[in-house]
């Protein structure tokens, strides 16, 4: 099992597949390198690297919680790719991994080769954090997997349109544990909720236009859902005027986030790789 040990002493776990660019995703909020799952087979000929966070997936549980943040994830990320000897990578970043990949950019511009933002930007719209603090650091509220799977694709009828059962089962098992005579449990650190509860409540929160504007000399792709509650059309719009070299995707029956196989995902991501050689 790959790991590397950051250096404030945490355990994290990665994956480290194929030959070729190397291209280092980045995933949600709650979730792991599971997340690119259904990208993975259509990316060949190329390094895919999957970073767990801390406190995520196989990655070790920090002591302090409050180290679950943008800037310290983001120098997780540059220690792996220091760990790996690559001095750049292009970046794959969904949701919490595109706030990671643009303060990347004002830290360490240098390090980055290309970057795809998966349905996030830099205006976060209230209604999608609204549902997002409904569920994080929460113990499932379903009595196993298939349980899961079926609430999921009820609760997401509207947003995900015709996404078949099988794949919520697929999308339940990356997201939780089914843990003999425990019922569902979290594949992450529950603290998390209380580092995101803890760290709104400090100081004024920064200018996410500023951290996108690092990203003007750096190739990139913005991926947006069409049913997303996070990524505004109308945001999308602002970035193709501030980043003009933007290639922008907007896929259909997708809410937040798209599972980058659908076929204008894929074109983008493609598009920028062999723009950004």
């Known amino acids: 099992?790959?790991?590397?040990?950051?250096?404030?002493?945490?355990?994290?776990?990665?994956?480290?597949?194929?030959?070729?660019?190397?291209?280092?995703?980045?995933?949600?909020?709650?979730r792991n390198?599971?997340?690119?799952?259904?990208?993975?087979?259509?990316?060949?000929?190329?390094r895919l690297i999957?970073?767990?966070?801390?406190?995520?997936?196989?990655?070790?549980?920090?002591?302090?919680?409050?180290?679950?943040?943008?800037?310290?994830?983001?120098?997780?990320?540059?220690?792996?790719?220091?760990?790996?000897?690559?001095?750049?990578?292009?970046?794959?970043?969904?949701?919490?991994g595109g706030l990671i990949s643009m303060a990347l950019s004002v830290t360490h511009p240098d390090r980055l080769q290309a970057v795809v933002l998966n349905d996030i930007g830099p205006v976060v719209d209230p209604k999608g954090l609204?549902?997002?603090?409904?569920?994080?650091?929460?113990?499932?509220?379903?009595?196993d997997l298939d349980a899961a799977a079926q609430a999921l694709a009820s609760g997401h009828a509207?947003?995900?349109?015709?996404?078949?059962?099988?794949?919520w089962r697929e999308q339940a098992e990356f997201m939780w544990e089914d843990a003999p005579g425990a019922g569902l449990v979290l594949r992450y650190d529950p603290k998390l909720r209380d580092a995101l509860i803890g760290q709104a409540g400090v100081g004024e929160a920064p200018n996410l236009w500023d951290l996108f504007d690092g990203l003007k000399d750096i190739p990139l792709a913005a991926i947006r859902g069409a049913n997303s509650d996070l990524l505004t059309a109308e945001t999308l719009e602002r970035m193709q005027g501030r980043h003009p070299g933007?290639?922008?995707?907007?896929?259909?029956?997708?809410?937040?986030?798209?599972?980058?196989?659908?076929?204008?995902?894929?074109?983008?991501?493609?598009?920028?790789?062999?723009?950004?050689?």
């Open 1 to 30: 099992m790959p790991r590397f040990t950051t250096s404030d002493g945490l355990s994290l776990h990665y994956t480290d597949e194929g030959e070729g660019r190397p291209v280092l995703c980045l995933a949600g909020l709650t």
């Open 33 to 46: 390198g599971t997340d690119f799952s259904y990208l993975a087979p259509h990316l060949p000929g190329v």
């Open 50 to 96: 999957r970073m767990d966070y801390r406190g995520r997936g196989q990655s070790e549980y920090a002591s302090d919680p409050m180290t679950y943040n943008i800037l310290r994830e983001g120098e997780d990320a540059i220690e792996l790719l220091d760990h790996l000897g690559l001095a750049r990578a292009t970046i794959i970043g969904t949701s919490r």
């Open 130 to 143: 609204e549902r997002i603090m409904e569920y994080v650091g929460k113990t499932p509220p379903f009595p």
């Open 158 to 167: 509207h947003d995900f349109p015709g996404v078949p059962v099988s794949r």
């Open 246 to 277: 933007l290639i922008a995707a907007t896929v259909p029956d997708r809410g937040h986030v798209p599972f980058l196989d659908e076929t204008e995902a894929l074109e983008a991501i493609h598009t920028l790789l062999e723009q950004s050689l």
